[in-house]
């Protein structure tokens, strides 16, 4: 090997440091190589990062005094983990010094990497073969008393967690999120930008109130009587890069939703938005797909690809919402012919109904954890959560006997009781919840039902759903227009800009709620992660359905209206919500875990206490005036 050679092999070996996979039994080094993380810096390695290989080196490490066991020995944590340093009995001065200072002070420690003795090392310790007998120590910063101690974060309230979010920053699995979250945003860039020829684009935060959708944050301005509003989405700047020929646009753009207290929702989000020009449907599945593989943290259970589809249909009438948990089964079933004229009236008056319906889910050998009282606390609380007060849901027990203990048996002919029986393949042990009632919202009860029984199941260390594994799932087919929410006529049921199925636009004048549109989620394990659509590319079209169906002031989009006229390439695009994508790969169940400065349940900030009043003074050049508050 040439001198210059064995140059650069050895600056490449200083610039990197070495990362443990795991203890090795054998206290051997096992680690590989991760990328630099201590260039440009005062230290000579990380506190992760030394191992037997090490010892007789001169090191310098920085971090966070961790704790002081006994005068002698004391550990230095980074975000790469720890180390031990010691000092001698001969080093009184630096003894002192380290009872002295509080835990969580930042020091710079000199010394040299030592072997421990055989009865010291500690196997389930990265660095637990070597410490640091120690030369200088620079206090860099004393800390005070903390308000909680930052390895026992778990046991805060998320309130106190807020106010201090930079010492909770500093617990291992906050590390952990926002360093996976970072990774992961940056394989998606690559993938995108340097492999595919996206171009990142930013759009402006300050715009115009968007008809339709999502409730808006409005920004006054100096202009008397003016506001911008803060965009729930940079859907209309995406489409417009595609008139102007950007051909494939990304951002990883913040999203403002003023939608009040909602448990795990964020008023400022984060999310990948795409847009592409030239494409249909299955050209971004796949680049999707593609790009989430590609991104995806190696050390998680690898996801597999195609995802499978399913319709909007299909996944109302299997698991009673849009967007599935596929990690179990106990899917919905149509046991409606079974009980025609069953001789219950409850069930016979249904089903004289318009589209009245009878459906049911069978959960298997789990009664005697399902008491009778436990069934009818979970029924109320579906019925509830859907504001559901007509659908009738009635339980049976599939006794041991094969007999039937139900409200509803003795009202029910053998021939009924059989059928049944067939359509659900029963056996003793079972218990079925049927629902009665209008289409749709029996599939929805019994879907809520659904997820409410594993969630009280696996509260009892039942396992239901698979673990570890990631079911992605994409939807497709949905209405493109819902009857609107405690009103007349019609709402998107995405977003204005979607296209119409080809199937259906015969529809669209005579039958609108009959069309579907080209809309796609992307859900995973029952949330969903992501969303988009072919769009309308032709402003007569767009018009039509702003105007005539969904009544509203298209003033407000004549720019969009306008740019249609002048040339505007067929395309469609999604948004992923990377919230809440990295909580499910981190494994937690709040979005705030993987946020490094979230907002509260409130949409307030603990920590800087925001949102602020500010002075009538600074409210005059707004033209504004607050009201003084009504006393409730
Ligand atoms: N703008 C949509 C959203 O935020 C996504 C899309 O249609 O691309 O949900």
Same mark, same amino acid.
């Given at each position: 090997?040439?001198?210059?050679?064995?140059?650069?092999?050895?600056?490449?070996?200083?610039?990197?440091?070495?990362?443990?996979?795991?203890?090795?039994?054998?206290?051997? +080094?096992?680690?590989? &190589?991760?990328?630099?993380?201590?260039? !440009?810096?005062?230290?000579?390695?990380?506190?992760?990062?030394? +191992?037997?290989?090490?010892?007789?080196?001169?090191?310098?490490?920085?971090?966070?005094?961790?704790?002081?066991?006994?005068?002698?020995?004391?550990?230095?944590?980074?975000?790469?983990?720890?180390?031990?340093?010691?000092?001698?009995?001969?080093?009184?001065?630096?003894?002192?010094?380290?009872?002295?200072?509080?835990?969580?002070? $930042?020091?710079?420690?000199?010394? /040299?990497?030592?072997?421990?003795?055989?009865?010291?090392?500690?196997?389930?310790?990265?660095?637990?073969?070597?410490?640091?007998? =120690?030369?200088?120590?620079?206090?860099?910063?004393?800390?005070?008393?903390?308000?909680?101690? $930052?390895?026992?974060?778990?046991?805060?309230?998320?309130?106190?967690?807020?106010? *201090?979010?930079?010492?909770?920053?500093?617990?291992?699995?906050?590390?952990?999120?926002?360093?996976?979250?970072?990774?992961?945003?940056?394989? &998606?860039?690559?993938?995108?930008?340097?492999?595919?020829?996206?171009?990142?684009?930013?759009?402006?935060?300050?715009?115009?109130?968007?008809?339709?959708?999502?409730?808006?944050? #409005?920004?006054?301005?100096?202009?008397?009587?003016?506001? *911008?509003?803060?965009?729930?989405?940079?859907?209309?700047?995406?489409?417009?890069? &595609? $008139?102007? @020929?950007?051909?494939? *646009?990304?951002?990883?753009?913040?999203?403002?939703?003023?939608?009040?207290?909602?448990?795990?929702?964020?008023?400022?989000?984060?999310?990948?938005?795409?847009?592409?020009?030239? =494409?249909?449907?299955?050209?971004?599945?796949?680049?999707?797909?593609? &790009?989430?593989?590609?991104?995806?943290?190696?050390?998680?259970?690898?996801? =597999?690809?195609?995802?499978? %589809?399913?319709?909007?249909?299909?996944?109302?009438?299997?698991?009673?919402?849009?967007?599935?948990?596929?990690?179990?089964?106990?899917?919905?079933?149509?046991?409606?012919?079974?009980?025609?004229?069953?001789?219950?009236?409850?069930?016979?008056?249904?089903?004289?109904?318009?589209?009245?319906?009878? #459906?049911?889910?069978? $959960?298997?050998?789990?009664?005697?954890?399902?008491?009778?009282?436990? #069934?009818?606390?979970?029924?109320?609380?579906?019925?509830?959560?859907? @504001?559901?007060?007509?659908?009738?849901?009635?339980?049976?027990?599939?006794?041991?006997?094969?007999?039937?203990?139900?409200?509803?048996?003795?009202?029910?002919?053998?021939?009924?009781?059989?059928?049944?029986?067939?359509?659900?393949?029963?056996?003793?042990?079972?218990?079925?919840?049927?629902?009665?009632?209008?289409?749709?919202?029996?599939?929805?009860?019994?879907?809520?039902?659904?997820?409410?029984?594993?969630?009280?199941?696996?509260?009892?260390?039942?396992?239901?759903?698979?673990?570890?594994?990631?079911?992605?799932?994409?939807?497709?087919?949905?209405?493109?227009?819902?009857?609107?929410?405690?009103?007349?006529?019609?709402?998107?049921? %995405?977003?204005?800009?979607?296209?119409?199925?080809?199937?259906?636009?015969? !529809?669209?004048?005579?039958?609108?709620?009959? =069309?579907?549109?080209?809309?796609?989620?992307?859900?995973?394990?029952?949330?969903?992660?992501? @969303?988009?659509?072919?769009?309308? %590319?032709?402003?007569?079209?767009? /018009?039509?359905?702003?105007?005539?169906?969904?009544? #509203?002031?298209?003033?407000?989009?004549?720019?969009?209206?306008?740019?249609?006229?002048?040339?505007?390439?067929?395309?469609?695009?999604?948004?992923?919500?990377?919230?809440?994508?990295?909580?499910?790969?981190?494994?937690?169940?709040?979005?705030?875990?993987?946020?490094?400065?979230?907002?509260?349940?409130?949409?307030?900030?603990?920590?800087?206490?925001?949102?602020?009043?500010?002075?009538?003074?600074?409210?005059?050049? *707004?033209?504004?005036?607050?009201?003084?508050?009504?006393?409730?």
């Amino acid at each position: 090997m040439s001198f210059l050679a064995l140059r650069r092999l050895f600056s490449q070996v200083k610039r990197h440091h070495l990362e443990f996979l795991a203890p090795s039994n054998q206290h051997g +080094c096992k680690y590989r &190589m991760i990328s630099d993380a201590v260039s !440009f810096t005062q230290r000579s390695h990380t506190c992760g990062s030394l +191992c037997k290989d090490n010892v007789g080196q001169k090191v310098k490490l920085c971090g966070w005094l961790q704790y002081n066991r006994g005068t002698q020995f004391s550990v230095l944590r980074d975000w790469t983990g720890i180390t031990q340093i010691f000092t001698t009995s001969k080093q009184k001065e630096f003894q002192d010094l380290m009872k002295s200072i509080k835990h969580e002070s $930042v020091l710079c420690v000199v010394g /040299k990497v030592k072997s421990r003795p055989d009865k010291d090392i500690n196997p389930n310790m990265a660095t637990g073969e070597i410490e640091v007998e =120690v030369e200088e120590i620079e206090v860099l910063s004393q800390a005070e008393p903390l308000p909680f101690p $930052v390895s026992e974060f778990y046991k805060i309230s998320e309130r106190i967690r807020m106010e *201090y979010r930079y010492l909770d920053i500093r617990s291992k699995q906050m590390q952990r999120n926002l360093r996976i979250r970072s990774k992961m945003i940056m394989k &998606m860039r690559e993938f995108l930008a340097n492999k595919h020829e996206f171009v990142d684009v930013e759009t402006p935060t300050l715009f115009r109130r968007t008809p339709g959708g999502a409730k808006e944050f #409005v920004v006054p301005t100096q202009h008397h009587g003016k506001f *911008y509003s803060l965009p729930q989405s940079p859907q209309q700047f995406k489409q417009l890069l &595609m $008139v102007g @020929g950007i051909d494939r *646009y990304f951002q990883i753009a913040r999203c403002y939703r003023d939608e009040g207290a909602k448990p795990d929702r964020q008023p400022e989000f984060t999310q990948l938005d795409i847009e592409m020009s030239f =494409v249909e449907r299955e050209g971004v599945i796949q680049l999707i797909e593609e &790009m989430l593989q590609y991104s995806w943290p190696e050390d998680c259970t690898q996801i =597999v690809t195609p995802f499978p %589809h399913i319709t909007y249909e299909q996944a109302m009438r299997l698991y009673g919402t849009d967007k599935p948990d596929t990690r179990f089964n106990m899917k919905i079933q149509d046991i409606t012919s079974s009980c025609k004229d069953c001789g219950v009236t409850l069930i016979d008056d249904k089903l004289q109904k318009d589209n009245g319906n009878v #459906v049911a889910i069978k $959960v298997s050998d789990t009664q005697r954890i399902l008491s009778k009282k436990c #069934v009818e606390d979970l029924k109320t609380d579906a019925l509830k959560a859907l @504001g559901d007060i007509k659908t009738v849901v009635i339980p049976i027990r599939v006794l041991d006997d094969g007999s039937w203990q139900s409200p509803i048996s003795k009202h029910l002919s053998d021939h009924v009781r059989i059928n049944i029986s067939n359509d659900l393949d029963l056996q003793p042990g079972d218990l079925v919840l049927i629902a009665a009632g209008q289409n749709y919202s029996t599939y929805e009860v019994l879907g809520k039902l659904r997820l409410f029984i594993a969630d009280y199941l696996e509260s009892k260390d039942i396992q239901v759903r698979e673990k570890d594994v990631f079911n992605f799932l994409w939807v497709t087919d949905f209405p493109l227009f819902l009857p609107k929410e405690g009103g007349e006529g019609l709402e998107s049921a %995405h977003h204005p800009f979607t296209d119409v199925h080809p199937d259906d636009r015969h !529809f669209l004048d005579t039958h609108p709620e009959k =069309v579907r549109g080209l809309h796609y989620d992307l859900v995973l394990n029952g949330s969903e992660v992501g @969303g988009g659509s072919i769009r309308i %590319h032709h402003s007569h079209l767009q /018009k039509y359905i702003l105007e005539q169906i969904l009544k #509203v002031d298209i003033s407000e989009l004549e720019h969009l209206l306008k740019a249609f006229t002048l040339g505007c390439p067929p395309h469609g695009g999604i948004a992923l919500g990377l919230d809440r994508l990295f909580a499910m790969i981190c494994g937690t169940p709040s979005i705030r875990d993987v946020i490094a400065f979230p907002k509260s349940h409130d949409g307030k900030d603990p920590m800087s206490k925001a949102p602020a009043t500010v002075s009538q003074c600074e409210l005059d050049t *707004y033209h504004i005036q607050v009201k003084p508050q009504q006393s409730s």
